[in-house]
């Protein structure tokens, strides 16, 4: 009894307040004006912002993969003093 109440509810919340956002976003005038300034604008300033972006974002990636690497070669280096350190403290014990 009670799940059916609760299923009414929701369906009621959901048809009320679902198709008001719905409909408020496909009533919006923003992509008609949208493509309205796209229309109007002159192409290389948009084609130079577009390759500036691309520029910008390359120039990102760049740099965190340059960090990683930076990260993975601190790594390697670390596991190899380690390593070397513990061959030493081996052949030590070992009396070699």
Do not use: C
Request: hydrophobic share 40%; net charge positive.
């Amino acid at each position: 009894m009670k799940m059916t109440m609760m299923m009414k509810q929701a369906q009621t919340i959901l048809t009320k307040y679902g198709r008001r956002g719905i409909s408020s976003i496909a009533e919006s005038p923003m992509p008609a004006r949208v493509k309205h300034v796209w229309e109007t604008q002159d192409k290389l300033v948009l084609g130079l912002a577009f390759v500036g972006g691309y520029f910008a974002k390359a120039s990102l990636n760049v740099l965190k993969r340059k960090e990683d690497w930076y990260r993975v070669h601190k790594f390697v280096d670390d596991e190899k003093k380690r390593l070397a350190e513990k061959r030493a403290r081996n052949e030590k014990e070992m009396g070699i």
